[in-house]
């Protein structure tokens, strides 16, 4: 299947929405006085962006599926796998690398914070 570039791109916009809630939902807490936020209601670009992936990777995988029954199913999970697996341990561990280290050197924990 080709891609859709347009949906690919709205998908890029609902993740960078996504990523500028967080950072102002963060700045807030972090900031003694009001600041507006960066992208208002930007908590409806998670659900957005979920659906559109959902419709990306149907439209990408029906065909296999419709063909292939459940033979594709284990492809299918390996290259999820394969896409996903090395972002999840680079991002958990730099995270854990992260707070280990704000901890040994006993600077501020916003995280953890009330």
């Known amino acids: 299947m080709q891609e859709i570039k347009s949906l690919t791109s709205l998908r890029g916009i ?8 967080h ?3 963060t700045a807030q807490r972090l900031c003694d006085s009001t600041i507006p936020s960066l992208v208002p209601h930007g908590y ?4 957005f962006f ?19 029954g459940w033979q594709a199913y284990k492809p299918f999970l390996q290259k999820r796998a394969i896409r996903l697996l090395p972002l999840q341990i680079f ?3 730099g995270g854990a690398a992260a707070g ?9 924990q916003p995280v953890l914070r009330g």
């Open 23 to 25: 950072f102002s939902v």
């Open 91 to 93: 991002c958990g561990d």
């Open 50 to 68: 979920f659906v559109l992936s959902g419709y990306i990777m149907c439209y990408t995988y029906l065909q296999a599926f419709q063909q292939q």
């Open 44 to 47: 409806m670009a998670v659900d």
């Open 14 to 21: 609902a993740a960078m929405a996504v990523v500028l809630q």
């Open 100 to 108: 280990l280290g704000q901890h040994a050197l006993g600077g501020p």
